[in-house]
């Protein structure tokens, strides 16, 4: 059993190593990283739920999905979804809804969970570097998504919902 602690330890740790490298080199990367390809946006939306409807089998997944083409570095947009389906996932409790849709210039991506709300007073720091509550894991995945979707001339906010939060992108079309 003891063991079984450390190793969960040592992968949590590990996971908050690789994020704070990251989030410490993105600027770099981004600013340097020439790929800029056409992305489904809803292909690659169904691959990362794809990926996470395993991990939590007992939630259920409402999914309305338009096709939607941006332009960016796949593995950057696809690293700033996954940090918000990751806390959809960790904090629903029966259902995450996700919503693509196009409207004017912008993709509008909005990940909803039936969890818990944010408090208000935590609203307009959730954003932040190493921000998190009592509930949260290391105060990264965030920090690393707004600054993603910030890179590529988009927004990013939470709001609360009357019961559960949505996480909405917007990304400009090109």
């Not at 080199?25 to 600013?31: A, I, R, S």
């Not at 809803?42 to 691959?47: E, F, G």
């Not at 409790?93 to 039936?114: F, H, M, P, R, S």
């Given at each position: 059993k003891t063991a079984g602690i450390i190793k969960d330890e040592a992968i949590r740790l590990q996971k908050k190593i690789n994020q704070m490298l990251y989030l410490n080199?993105?600027?770099?990367v981004l600013e340097n990283?020439?790929?800029?390809?056409y992305i489904n946006l809803k292909d690659l939306v169904n691959n990362i739920i794809s990926r996470f409807e395993?991990?939590?089998?007992?939630?259920?997944?409402?999914?309305?999905?338009?096709?939607?083409?941006?332009?960016?570095?796949?593995?950057?947009?696809?690293?700033?979804?996954?940090n918000i389906l990751d806390n959809a996932l960790r904090y629903a409790n029966e259902v995450i809804k996700v919503t693509l849709?196009?409207?004017?210039?912008?993709?509008?991506?909005?990940?909803?969970?039936?969890?818990?709300k944010i408090d208000e007073k935590h609203m307009k720091h959730i954003?932040?570097?190493?921000?998190k509550d009592k509930t949260g894991n290391f105060g990264l995945g965030?920090?690393?998504t707004k600054k993603i979707v910030d890179f590529y001339n988009g927004e990013i906010k939470a709001v609360n919902r009357d019961k559960g939060v949505s996480f909405i992108i917007k990304y400009p079309l090109k």
């Amino acid at each position: 059993k003891t063991a079984g602690i450390i190793k969960d330890e040592a992968i949590r740790l590990q996971k908050k190593i690789n994020q704070m490298l990251y989030l410490n080199t993105l600027d770099y990367v981004l600013e340097n990283d020439t790929k800029n390809d056409y992305i489904n946006l809803k292909d690659l939306v169904n691959n990362i739920i794809s990926r996470f409807e395993i991990i939590k089998s007992d939630i259920e997944w409402d999914l309305s999905l338009d096709e939607v083409i941006i332009k960016g570095d796949r593995d950057k947009i696809e690293v700033s979804i996954e940090n918000i389906l990751d806390n959809a996932l960790r904090y629903a409790n029966e259902v995450i809804k996700v919503t693509l849709k196009k409207d004017g210039q912008y993709a509008y991506l909005d990940i909803y969970n039936d969890g818990p709300k944010i408090d208000e007073k935590h609203m307009k720091h959730i954003f932040n570097r190493m921000y998190k509550d009592k509930t949260g894991n290391f105060g990264l995945g965030l920090a690393i998504t707004k600054k993603i979707v910030d890179f590529y001339n988009g927004e990013i906010k939470a709001v609360n919902r009357d019961k559960g939060v949505s996480f909405i992108i917007k990304y400009p079309l090109k």
